[in-house]
């Protein structure tokens, strides 16, 4: 079975930061119809895994590469 993570932004609201909204350094939104990023959550393609969300997109992809270390073993 193939785990590949991808972590993935979400607006206050539950709706998904499509990635094409651009930010500035300071994590402010570019895009007018952005509400801003409020967490990032990284899922595996292997269905049976999803991380918690997170307020770093670091931090998510790390849970993602400590899923995918586990699964491999």
Do not use: I
């Not at 595996?44 to 699964?71: D, F, L, N, Q, V």
Request: charged letters at 20%.
């Amino acid at each position: 079975m193939r785990h590949q993570v991808t972590v993935n932004a979400y607006h206050p609201d539950g709706t998904v930061c499509p990635p094409d909204h651009r930010f500035t350094t300071g994590n402010r939104p570019l895009a007018e119809d952005c509400t801003g990023r409020n967490r990032f959550v990284a899922t595996c393609a292997c269905g049976t895994w999803t991380g918690t969300p997170s307020s770093t997109k670091g931090y998510a992809a790390e849970m993602g590469r400590r899923h995918r270390t586990a699964a491999a073993r």
